[in-house]
């Protein structure tokens, strides 16, 4: 009989060990720590989606393997892979426990092997304590072997492939987060590493992206056959947005290449009475079907959801805004019930559920219907987990270290919620599956 088993690599500076990752004890001995953002594809190659989890405080990965049938491994199994490079880090200042946070991933296949390969936005606080984004090759049995690393000067927030220049080669994009505060950058930057093939990428571009960067979506606002950029702004009333000059934005690496970007801002219309919006996600989507992209945000601030319509020449209207929900986070985009466009779910991180929005087909939605979740919902994809043709939901809940299913029928209405332990404790300094 098979036994699920547990992998563990430790992605550091250098070449790749194949020991356990082990956590400084005097620190983090006892602490356990949950799913924060989630990725579900099929990263094993078996034609079925895996989950693939990054935990909070942690810099663990852990990948838990899909059946098919809309399951997914025993908590003991799968493969956890240590991104967080505690074996560098001795101090012992508790501030430091946020260092290796794994804050966004993105997937795809970057060296033409058909399998998936990721990128990791680990840690960081400062310009003092950097971030790292890790590139890392997708191997067999949903295994990942570190290509990469790049030091990012604050919090390494965004991370994402993209293909900017249409030359056939996946480019790497990544944010430094720039929160404004002592000793981190006023503002945040957009790092653009062009593709050259086999895993492998050049010198960064460096492009203003606002106050505190988070996230990154990219899709062509102006119709001119590039992808373009947005970023969310968190601590901010806005979303930043690059406009790419297509073939010349990496036609040299100097400081006129990026004189060549056009970079914008989307201001969401205030709220009398409410703080600042706090943009934590900004997605792009054709939502009301004339054909040009629209962005769609998650403003932590004051629990709502703004759409700026797009005019397909990198203009938009002005945003129309919907409540979302209690500090919702995240967003998730998909065809839910069948009719052919885009509908809406987001998590909200202090609460025990997730929201759904159906499309009307015109841009406008219906009303919100809450489903439920485990505690402190965050991270959230959506796939066909089951196989059965209908996009399921995944979050990952950090507050009781859990992810939740919730698996679609097809017409905008899901089966009850599936929550499953996922939580990991150091115990004699390294990292193992707990449940209370």
């Known amino acids: 009989m098979w036994r699920p088993h547990v992998a563990m690599l430790v992605l550091t500076v250098g070449l ?29 190659g078996d034609g079925h989606a895996d989950v693939l989890a990054g935990y909070r405080n942690l810099g663990v990965l852990q990948l838990a393997v899909g059946d098919g049938r809309g399951g997914v491994s025993d908590r003991s199994g799968g493969v956890l892979t240590d991104l967080s490079g505690r074996e560098r880090d001795r101090s012992t200042d508790s501030t430091c426990w946020s260092e290796p946070h794994v804050h966004n991933l993105h997937a795809a296949d970057i060296n033409g092997d058909r399998r998936l390969d990721i990128v990791v936005g680990v840690g960081g606080l400062s310009t003092v304590k950097t971030g790292r984004v890790v590139v890392a090759l997708g191997e067999a049995g949903g295994r990942f072997r570190k290509l990469v690393e790049y030091q990012v000067p604050s919090e390494a927030k965004g991370v994402r492939f993209e293909d900017l220049d249409r030359d056939g080669r996946l480019d790497l994009l990544y944010t430094a987060r720039g929160s404004g505060y002592k000793h981190d950058l006023t503002v945040g930057e957009l790092h653009i590493r062009r593709g050259l093939g086999r895993g492998r990428f050049g010198t960064a571009i460096v492009l203003p992206a606002g106050r505190s960067a988070y996230a990154i979506d990219t899709g062509d606002l102006d119709e001119d056959g590039f992808p373009d950029v947005v970023i969310p702004n968190e601590h901010d009333d806005r979303v930043t947005f690059c406009l790419s000059p297509g073939k010349e934005c990496f036609s040299a690496v100097t400081k006129e290449t990026t004189r060549r970007w056009v970079v914008k801002v989307l201001p969401a219309t205030p709220i009398p009475g409410k703080r600042s919006h706090a943009v934590n996600d900004a997605r792009i989507a054709d939502f009301n079907g004339d054909g040009h992209l629209d962005v769609v945000t998650a403003n932590l601030g004051t629990s709502t959801i703004s759409i700026f319509a797009g005019r397909g020449d990198g203009t938009f209207k002005k945003d129309r805004q919907m409540e979302a929900g209690k500090n919702g986070a995240f967003l998730g985009l998909g065809d839910l019930d069948g009719d052919k466009d885009i509908d809406l779910a987001i998590t909200h991180w202090t609460e025990a559920f997730v929201s759904v929005f159906l499309n009307r087909g015109d841009g406008t939605f219906s009303r919100r219907v809450d489903l439920p979740s485990g505690l402190g919902s965050y991270g959230l994809d959506i796939a066909d987990l089951d196989r059965d ?19 679609g029928r097809g017409d905008g209405t899901f089966r009850p919620t599936v929550t499953l332990p996922r939580g990991l ?12």
């Open 16 to 44: 790749l060990s194949a020991e356990e990752p082990v956590v400084e004890r005097p620190r983090l001995e006892g602490y356990v720590g949950g799913p924060y953002k989630l990725l579900v594809r099929d990263f094993t």
């Open 425 to 436: 404790r150091v115990t004699g300094g390294r990292p193992v599956p707990f449940s209370p």
């Open 389 to 407: 043709g209908h996009l399921d939901l995944v979050s990952a809940n950090y507050r009781d270290n859990s992810i939740s299913i919730l698996r």
